[in-house]
């Protein structure tokens, strides 16, 4: 079965998605490593699924300085979704960590795919509730747990980016200077020797 509708499947409960009538609002494509799929300043006209690799979503501060705001793995999605909705110019970059295949839906077929499908419908507020629960909880742990805390709930929860992210890109993520990151790698690694 394809990844797109297993994930639906799991996401809604609904265990007969139309394949036939979702798909063809989509088109596959791949990426290679450090490819951009849309930059910060140009039109959004994609919304991604993850079939295999990693994204990001980054913006560079008034010092060129890289703030990754959301990654994303196989089976979730990414985009700037005010640019996205509005037409209006991203206010961030998206980047391929590894080389990515996703499938893509432009704005259109968005709009006429949560029209025909009503399952569509559903999938995505659960998406979204998922998405906003989860960027409150990191604002949450951020803001209250002391940084060494937070690192070893993030890698305890989310083993795949501790090996699959670089940790510079990391470290933005976290809130964390790359050094401070590699000191806190350190003093775990020495604490399970």
Known sequence: MHPLIQHIQRITGVREAAEASILPFFETCSFRKKAFLLEEGHHCHAYFFVIRGCLRLFFADQNGIEQTMQFALEHWWMTDLEAFRSGRR?????????????MII??????????????????FRRVYERAYAASLLRVQMISRMPKHEFYELFESKYPDFIQRVPQKILASFLGFTPEYLSELRKKRTEKKR
């Open 90 to 102: 991203s206010a961030y970059s998206i980047q391929a960590l590894e080389a990515t295949e996703v």
């Open 106 to 123: 432009g704005p259109e077929n968005y709009s006429r795919m949560l029209d025909e499908v009503p399952l569509m419908e559903k999938y």
